[in-house]
């Protein structure tokens, strides 16, 4: 068996005593080899790619409505493009919502799914651009929604974001396990600018 030097690990100094005047209270500098090899992933991961490959996700990313960095996400963590999209609208203004289906009305490249209130009115250009429009004032009913969505258009789970209103919103994607969860204000405001 080879010899293996071992390798001292020196503790924080600061343990266990207060921290010295200049200190600024973060925490120690983690020196280990779990830690860099962490990095290094992280550094490889978020490596630029090739510049057609960057200009086409782009491109996908702002067909969607989203930031390059959070399309770019979903394909390293999910491995899958995103293909469907659901935006749940109840919990916006009526200026909001004006704004929002005439941006959503604008989306090209996947399958959109639009919850609304009950009662609530869709406009014809909202209505024509959504595949199917739900009722999403009951989060049990927002999931089945989104289930049978899923299974009518053959859709996975991880090629499928989800802008909503509230945290039953956040809830209900968290439960179908959909790839991406975004607040409707910023997603609107981070597309009108």
């Known amino acids: 068996m080879p010899y293996r030097r071992r390798i001292a690990v ?4 600061y343990q266990g005593e207060p921290p010295h005047i ?3 209270g973060g925490p120690a500098l983690d020196l280990s080899w779990e830690a860099w090899l962490w990095r290094r992933a992280h550094a490889q991961a978020w ?4 510049r057609d490959i960057a200009l086409h996700r782009l491109k996908r990313a702002e067909r969607l409505g989203l930031d390059y960095r959070s399309y770019a996400g979903v394909l390293m963590n999910r491995g899958t493009h995103l293909g469907a999209a659901i935006f749940v609208l109840d919990g916006l203004s009526m200026d909001e919502t004006a704004t929002a289906s005439e941006r959503i009305a604008g989306i090209s490249d996947c399958r959109v799914l ?5 009662g609530d009115f869709v406009d014809s250009a909202l209505g ?3 595949d ?4 999403s004032s009951n989060a049990a009913k ?4 989104i289930d049978r969505f899923l299974l009518a258009y053959q859709l996975t789970p991880s090629g499928t974001f989800m802008i909503g209103t509230s945290s039953a919103h956040l809830r209900a994607a968290e439960d179908t396990g ?16």
């Open 132 to 135: 199917m429009v739900v009722e």
């Open 142 to 145: 927002l999931v089945r929604s």
């Open 114 to 118: 639009v919850g609304v209130r009950d």
């Open 178 to 193: 959909l790839a991406l969860f975004l607040w409707a204000r910023d997603y609107f405001e981070r597309k009108a600018s």
């Open 128 to 130: 024509e651009r959504a």
């Open 22 to 24: 200049g200190h600024n």
């Open 10 to 13: 020196q503790l924080s100094p």
């Open 47 to 50: 490596k630029p790619p090739r």
